[in-house]
């Protein structure tokens, strides 16, 4: 009977956790939504201007003026730097001209377009508000059932922690409360342990993987010096064979001319 009502309790901290764990959660997201909606740039406007702006000012002042191929001398004169100048200075005069006229002609289309950002921007911001508020005050009634709910310590008032104390008593392993405390910092040290041993295994092994590929270039340079060596010997020797060759030679041909006299 008291093994039951304790089983009970664990399962209704453990809804009360989880409540409190989505609570949290939600008033997470609500920040994230609110800082997204805050960065929020409307586009009616600039996608009308974006779409509208460059073509008018093509109809009314047509190309750019054109540089000219660099690769052709008379473009480097003095003269004709300055007619480029001149072209370019009175093309952006008429971009300027053309500009005003579009404002003026699209004023009233463009203050609409303007309105029309400003209401977007502000219902989303209500919106991301009305939302954050909402999941403030779900997260406040959470945290108070949470907080009046003593059957456990802050520390283990958690959906995982609370979850697998129920498992204990599902498994049969423990009849009290106590117990499956007991038992759950017992098998959390033995997991410590074990992920202890796990990542000091990992790190001999990446300490033996450093030695070998050490060692591996020590013998590889090791072969190669021994290489070098080798050729230089052979080299050498080529070169003494040689020098007797020369020497016999030199001899022989001295011999045969003391022969001749």
Excluded: C
């Amino acid at each position: 009977m008291w093994k039951n009502n304790i089983r009970k309790q664990l399962d209704e901290t453990l809804e009360v956790s989880l409540q409190y764990e989505e609570a949290q959660k939600s008033v997470e997201k609500a920040i994230e939504a609110k800082k997204a909606t805050e960065e929020f740039v409307p586009s009616n406007l600039s996608s009308f201007d974006a779409t509208h702006l460059s073509q008018y000012i093509q109809n009314i002042v047509g190309d750019e003026p054109k540089r000219g191929s660099k690769w052709n001398p008379l473009n480097h004169t003095k003269k004709k730097k300055e007619e480029v100048r001149v072209a370019f200075e009175e093309y952006e005069r008429k971009v300027s001209k053309a500009k005003e006229q579009y404002y003026e002609e699209y004023k009233q289309q463009r203050e609409e377009l303007l309105s029309k950002d400003s209401f977007e921007k502000s219902q989303k911001l209500k919106e991301a508000s009305e939302m954050f508020d909402s999941a403030v005050e779900q997260k406040n009634k959470a945290e108070q059932l949470w907080n009046g709910n003593t059957l456990l310590s802050e520390r283990l008032k958690n959906s995982q922690t609370i979850t697998r104390l129920i498992e204990y008593f599902d498994d049969g392993r423990v009849d009290t409360l106590k117990e499956a405390i007991n038992l759950y910092y017992d098998d959390m040290h033995k997991e410590k342990e074990s992920r202890l041993a796990e990542e000091h295994r990992k790190r001999l092994e990446e300490i033996i993987l450093d030695q070998n590929e050490s060692i591996q270039h020590a013998i590889e340079v090791a072969e190669n010096a021994q290489s070098t060596a080798s050729e230089a010997l052979d080299l050498a020797q080529d070169a003494i064979d040689r020098a007797d060759e020369a020497y016999e030679h030199a001899s022989s041909s001295s011999y045969n001319s003391n022969s001749d006299y």
